[in-house]
């Protein structure tokens, strides 16, 4: 069960990698951008870790409002339950 999460989450942390990447690309070659929806989704989801990385390694979206915020908040609703998860479990 364990590798079946963490294979899970490795593989959806690499595609939220991949989609930041993918929308900073078009973001600096004038061309359809990836909806902020779409990458809040992907970081609710479990993609948190690797939206976090991706706006840090490849300095995207670290300004934008309410995105930042958002992003912020998922992350740490995510760590919040992961601790509560280790302690209560």
Not at 55 to 78: M, N
Request: hydrophobic share 50%; charged share 15%.
């Amino acid at each position: 069960m364990f590798a079946k999460i963490a294979l899970y989450l490795l593989a959806v942390n690499i595609w939220t990698v991949g989609q930041f990447w993918h929308d900073k690309s078009r973001a600096m070659n004038g061309g359809w951008r990836v909806p902020e929806g779409h990458l809040l989704g992907l970081a609710l989801i479990g993609g948190s870790p690797g939206a976090l990385l991706a706006r840090k390694v490849f300095h995207h979206k670290t300004r934008k409002e309410p995105f930042s915020t958002w992003l912020q908040v998922i992350a740490v609703l995510q760590a919040g339950g992961l601790i509560g998860w280790f302690l209560l479990g």
